[in-house]
Nanobody, 126 residues
Framework: QLQFVESGGGLVQPGGSLRLSCAAS????????IGWIRQAPGKEREGVSC????????YYAGSVKGRFTISRDNAVNTVYLQMNDLKPEDTAVYYC???????????????????RGQGTQVTVSS
């Protein structure tokens, strides 16, 4: 059974930084494309960033490109999202999610997933 333990969310001022972690179990990171999706109240679910299981190729939504960095540590089966220069519009629940298949990266980039965690709240406010 796939499980995810997300951590690192919280309240931060605009311009601040947070690092999200997702410890995965029940599978290895080289089996699925994995990434982060977010959902804010009243807004559509958004694919934030994802990383390929095969070659480490990454995707970033235009709204976070240059500010967020995704990485993974296969040794501890954990994926990270370093978020810098946070903006109020980044406020959302962030979910660790995986997808599989040849279109996995495209699916995650569109906010579509096969499995996801419970989420961690990120609030950017002064």
């Amino acid at each position: 059974q796939l499980q995810f333990v997300e951590s690192g969310g919280g309240l931060v001022q605009p311009g601040g930084s947070l690092r999200l972690s997702c410890a995965a179990s029940g599978f290895t990171l080289d089996s699925y494309a994995i990434g982060w999706i977010r959902q804010a109240p009243g807004k559509e679910r958004e694919g934030v960033s994802c990383i390929s299981s095969r070659n480490g190729r990454t995707y970033y939504a235009g709204s976070v490109k240059g500010r967020f960095t995704i990485s993974r540590d296969n040794a501890v089966n954990t994926v990270y999202l370093q978020m810098n220069d946070l903006k109020p519009e980044d406020t959302a629940v962030y979910y660790c999610a995986v997808s599989t298949g040849v279109a996995a990266m495209d699916l995650l980039g569109s906010g579509v997933y096969h499995y996801r965690g419970q989420g961690t709240q990120v609030t950017v406010s002064s």
